[in-house]
């Protein structure tokens, strides 16, 4: 069985389990004082002195040596050159995938629509894109090309005329495979800054930066500070925590395969939460051998044990339908259903950003190349959020369009309520449409 630090046992029938869940569970995103004041300040020097704060922040944080924001834009030929820096193989998996993407997304596009009433009344919605998405890909020696495809692609097919990407480049460091991602993806502009700078660029414009509609994309801690500053003057796709993954596990899959899954979050920082549910109490001694096998020939091994130890659990429950009541008591981010028969707990499923059925549908899969969208709710949000999708960079208009008939009716049930608001301009606005 695995060390006591290596990753914490949990027993769903234990008197203080909700309580030792709950704790497990707690995560503040919510920046300290001294960030959220420094953010403030960046927007307002941004706000106020336009690129020419862009460019001496880009100095500050990035240690580049430039003069002017020109130095900071990357033309279109520049992205096309990263296609042919990469590897024949990675634009392979880059093109596979935006096609996925792309696929799965176009299915969400939502179009206008309307009806006729008998009176000759019109009633409808009216479906338009976004003018312009700001997309935040974070930059340096990070490789994130996923993201681009995943943010970028769902705002092509909904329409958006402009997609402005930022990455920074720290030190001059340039990733081709997100310059690759970005041109494949259908980026039209990109500058090369970061930060919270970036996110006020965004969203108030500068001389050479575009104002956007929305932004999106992730970001440390003083890019997620930003957006949350500026969103009301733009939309934003969220305030993401750290990454998560729950198991759920009959105790029939390989414990290997359940062990990486839960490193595969694991992996992305200390922060990550990996939890594992099964009745199977045999089978999570299992998972636990195979954590202390594996977790040594990691490449980010010091990361994943640090997360495992802060934020993860192998968790037994009485059986399958307890899995399934913690499951939605967490509403993860990506939850595993690696079961015999996923299909028949899925409609007991009401709260997750993504299922993954069955053993062989690994969470992996579904960050690069399924096609759904990998921006997804974390720290409990899938209870009232969705994943990133078209529908995010559209907007929804209604449209009425009263025929006289259909005016004197709706007049006359208008004035009562106006008259019980005491609106009485309302009521008499209403009232002059009625047919004596």
Aim: net charge negative.
């Amino acid at each position: 069985m695995t060390a006591p630090n290596t990753i914490r046992r949990l027993n769903a029938a234990s008197p203080n389990f909700g309580e030792q869940l709950d704790h497990l569970l707690s995560w503040e995103s919510v920046s300290d004082d001294g960030v959220n004041q420094r953010v403030l300040e960046i927007i307002a020097d941004v706000r106020t002195r336009g690129d020419a704060a862009l460019v001496e922040l880009t100095q500050r944080f990035d240690a580049l040596q430039v003069t002017s924001m020109a130095e900071l834009i990357l033309p279109r030929e520049r992205l096309q050159l990263a296609l042919t820096r990469i590897t024949p193989e990675q634009r392979k998996a880059l093109e596979t995938a935006a096609a996925r993407v792309r696929s799965y997304h176009e299915k969400q596009k939502q179009d206008s629509w309307c009806y006729t009433e008998a009176d000759g009344t019109r009633l409808g919605q009216q479906v338009t894109p976004l003018d312009r998405a700001g997309l935040y890909v974070p930059g340096g020696k990070a490789t994130y090309p996923s993201s681009v495809l995943m943010n970028a692609i769902p705002a092509k097919v909904a329409g958006v005329a402009e997609v402005v990407m930022v990455v920074p480049t720290p030190r001059g460091e340039i990733n081709e495979m997100v310059l690759a991602a970005a041109c494949i993806a259908g980026v039209d502009r990109v500058f090369t800054i970061g930060g919270a700078q970036a996110v006020a660029a965004l969203a108030y414009g500068t001389e050479s930066v575009p104002p956007v509609d929305k932004i999106v994309g992730p970001g440390n801690i003083y890019v997620a500070t930003a957006k949350r500053h500026v969103f009301g003057k733009v939309g934003i796709d969220m305030i993401a925590g750290p990454s998560e993954i729950l198991v759920v596990c009959d105790g029939q899959t390989d414990p290997d395969w359940i062990a990486m899954d839960l490193f595969s979050q694991a992996e992305h920082d200390e922060d990550a939460q990996s939890i594992l549910l099964s009745p199977d109490a045999a089978f999570l001694d299992a998972v636990a051998a195979s954590i202390d096998k594996l977790l040594p020939g990691m490449e980010r091994e010091p990361i994943i044990r640090t997360s495992l130890a802060a934020r993860g659990a192998l968790i037994q429950v009485s059986d399958m339908n307890q899995a399934i009541e913690v499951a939605n008591r967490i509403a993860p981010e990506h939850l595993e259903l690696s079961v015999e028969n996923p299909e028949q707990w899925l409609p007991q499923i009401r709260h997750a950003g993504a299922i993954f059925m069955g053993r062989y549908t690994a969470e992996a899969l579904g960050d690069y190349c399924a096609g759904p969208n990998h921006v997804l709710p974390t720290s409990g949000t899938a209870r009232f959020s969705s994943p990133l999708g078209v529908y995010d960079f559209q907007k929804r208009s209604s449209i009425i369009h009263c025929s006289a008939q259909g005016a004197s009716v709706l007049g006359k049930t208008a004035s009562v309520l106006a008259r019980g608001e005491s609106l009485t301009a309302h009521a008499r606005s209403a009232e002059y449409r009625i047919k004596n």
